[in-house]
């Protein structure tokens, strides 16, 4: 899919394009540059990993993709629509129903079963998928009417990530969702969100200071300092269960 390195095939669509976008955070009387004028383009199906340090810009620059910040200067779209001027409301509804969202924290409704807390999104959603083909996604067909706290962490994030695809979004953005697990756990949410990218072609975008995840993506997205120090192709990924952690 990718031409050459850090571009996509002219033939794939672009979902996001960044352009000189800053964020400026003031904390009293001090200014923290979070981005510092980062430019980049993400490819529709294509699966990106963005790799730095605490503190390199990685969830800054996730956020507001996502729609949940805004930044202090330059220039963001999805789809060739213009977020950076995009109001609340607008905002609320780029959210609701063209983005998934998977945290490190799976942010579970602890009353309600793996199937309920994904209706909780398809109720809201325009043209969801059913609750138990999105659990059937993450490879949790026989844990539909367990409780989160019946369920492990691995267990428990795939359901987050099942909530966060039954809404059909476009793009997938993914903040350290293996950052509580262990390696054999981190890997088996790793294979489910390759299968939902590969088969589902949603864009899909993975936020992690972990190197070795790097190995399964499309490219790899290298932020320091509030800065894109690099954008890497990868021509020959690997499967999740071959990386080495």
Avoid at 11 to 23: A, I
Avoid at 96 to 123: D, M
Wanted: aromatic share 6%; charged share 20%; proline share 3%.
């Amino acid at each position: 899919m990718i031409a050459k390195e850090g571009q996509a095939n002219d033939s794939v669509e672009v979902v996001f394009q960044v352009r000189d976008l800053t964020k400026i955070y003031e904390m009293g009387e001090v200014e923290v540059h979070a981005l510092r004028g980062a430019n980049l383009e993400l490819y529709s199906g294509e699966l990106v990993v963005l790799l730095g340090p605490s503190g390199s810009g990685k969830s800054t620059l996730l956020n507001i993709l996502g729609g949940l910040d805004t930044a202090t200067s330059g220039y963001v779209s999805y789809r060739g629509k213009n977020l950076t001027k995009a109001n609340e409301q607008e905002l609320t509804e780029y959210r609701r129903f063209h983005v998934g969202f998977v945290f490190q924290f799976y942010n579970l409704i602890p009353s309600l079963t793996a199937r309920e807390n994904v209706a909780v999104v398809t109720e809201i959603a325009s043209n969801p998928m059913v609750p138990e083909d999105a659990l059937a996604l993450v490879g949790l067909t026989d844990r539909l009417d367990h409780f989160p706290a019946q369920l492990s962490g691995g267990e428990q994030q795939r359901v987050a990530i099942a909530r966060a695809i039954s809404k059909n979004p476009e793009v997938l953005l993914c903040d350290e969702p293996t950052g509580a697990l262990d390696s054999k756990t981190g890997i088996v949410v790793l294979e489910a969100l390759e299968r939902i990218n590969r088969e589902l072609g949603t864009a899909t975008a993975i936020i992690t200071h972990n190197a070795d995840i790097a190995g399964m993506a499309d490219r790899v997205v290298h932020l320091s300092n509030g800065r894109i120090t690099e954008v890497k192709v990868n021509t020959v990924k690997k499967s999740p269960c071959e990386l080495q952690w």
